[in-house]
């Protein structure tokens, strides 16, 4: 499915716009995709997917495409996001299937879920750049995911696929601060990390525990929450929410609200958790030696 071009594309990030370390970042972003002769990008409509995507559209124009996958673990919200932003610049769009459900190794959800994922991801992709003629497939890494517990890099490594920001050493905020430079968005949307994240290791990933979740999580932004997470554990709700926002949610009558919004999705006991959100809380459970191997 393509998107249609409605907008021109915004000015890019510049030297007077950005930090200068970061604008020197950007330029070799540019010069490395520049050499590219064709790139299909890996899109979720994240700050980080998205600000590559738009750096390489407008370096590449007609070479780039920018393909989104469509699965029960993307919430339709984030969808329409990314569509908008991409018909926004008039980016080539490719919205294809995947069915990383389908996968045991998947569904059960241990600490490798994330590999399967991008194997899975990265699999459908490949068969895609083959049939539309493009020699090379890159995703969103920035350069302190190289620090992080990351099983999905280690299927970028095997199939190959290029992580140019953290080529060019952009970090999180630096890439932040460019897209919010170049007018993108999403420059300050939160981390929206696939709706298999919130459930816990060891319960099975399945259609419907997604969609409670993605059900959860919306009611809780119709409260006025910006920043938080719906963690799954079977009956049980467990609601990060960011430090910040945390007074608001302490209040009595917001509490009720919180209570029955998620009880309206399907749970029977909502806890909210005093350490508010943390990205990555899951992975707290994990033994050391799993996450000391980072993405490898």
């Known amino acids: 499915m393509a998107a249609g071009k409605e907008a021109k ?8 716009s950005a930090d200068a370390g970061a604008a020197e970042k950007l330029r070799a972003l540019e010069d490395r995709l520049a050499k ?5 990008v890996a899109y979720s409509g994240g700050v980080d997917s998205a600000f590559l995507a738009a750096t390489a559209h407008r370096v590449l124009g007609e070479r780039m495409l920018a393909v ?7 919430a339709r919200r984030d969808m329409e996001q990314a569509c908008a932003f991409a018909r926004s610049l008039g980016m080539q769009l490719e919205v294809i299937a995947t069915e990383e459900l389908d996968r045991r190794e ?21 068969g895609l750049a083959g049939r539309l003629g493009f020699s090379h497939i890159a995703y969103g890494m920035n350069a302190d995911d190289t620090r992080d517990f990351r099983p999905g890099q280690r299927a970028a490594e095997q199939h190959e696929v290029l992580a140019p920001l953290a080529e060019a050493g952009l970090t999180k905020l630096e890439v932040r601060a460019l897209a ?14 696939c709706l298999s994240s919130r ?16 059900r959860s ?3 809780l932004r119709q409260l006025g929450f910006r920043e938080f997470r719906v963690r799954h554990h079977g009956e049980l709700a467990r ?11 302490l209040k009595i009558e917001m509490l009720d609200a919180i209570t029955a919004a998620l009880k309206q999705a399907g749970f029977k006991y909502v806890t909210l958790d005093c350490q508010g959100f943390r990205s990555g809380a899951m992975n707290a459970v994990l033994p050391a030696e799993v996450l000391a191997r980072k993405g490898a």
Not at 109 to 116: E, I, L, V
């Open 9 to 16: 594309v915004p000015e890019a990030a510049t030297a007077q």
């Open 36 to 40: 590219l002769d064709g790139l299909m």
């Open 68 to 74: 989104l996958a469509d699965s029960p673990s993307l």
């Open 106 to 126: 998947y569904a059960r959800n241990d600490a490798n879920r994330c590999f399967h994922c991008k194997d899975e991801l990265f699999l459908v992709m490949e």
């Open 180 to 193: 919010k430079a170049a007018g993108y968005p999403m420059w300050d949307r939160p981390a929206a990390p």
């Open 199 to 214: 459930v816990e290791y060891g319960r099975t990933v399945t259609r419907e525990v997604l969609e409670q979740v993605e």
């Open 217 to 219: 999580e919306e009611n």
């Open 239 to 249: 609601v990060e929410i960011a430090r910040g926002e945390l007074p608001g949610a």
